[in-house]
């Protein structure tokens, strides 16, 4: 979860509205949580993230929590993959800070050329 827990998409949501999404999901992965298993998962729905700061921008992926550190001009692009019941994505700034909540519960960062980003990505020491 993000560091600010009081701006998260889980926040008015049921239990059965916020767990639909993954019980629908995650059979269809049979275990498998790796990049190329969420990519199976089909539907793919990319959005892009930029960086058009001049200072680090922290990316927070929702639900799983793991952070990504873009630097100014990079981006990375989000793709939700699986079912989700109305909108796929849920992006909320906050300052130095961009938290993407993934409605279907499973989704990849990857470079704009396709190669996976690895969690924690450039994240600054002393970050965490």
Known sequence: MS?????????GLTAEQFTA??????????????HEGIQGLGNPLPMLVVN???ELL???????????????????????????????FEAIHEPGRIVVWVV?????????????VPGGYQRPAGAY
Do not use: H
């Open 104 to 116: 279907s519960c499973f989704a990849t960062v990857t470079f704009r050329n396709g190669n996976e």
């Open 3 to 11: 560091n600010n827990p009081e701006n998260t998409r889980a926040e």
């Open 58 to 88: 922290e990316l927070i992926l929702e639900p799983s929590g793991q952070d990504y550190w873009l630097k100014p001009k990079e981006s990375f692009m989000v793709t939700s993959y699986g079912d989700w019941p109305d909108y796929p």
């Open 52 to 54: 058009d700061g001049d």
């Open 21 to 34: 999404p993954l019980l629908k999901n995650m059979p269809r992965l049979a275990g498998d949580l790796s």
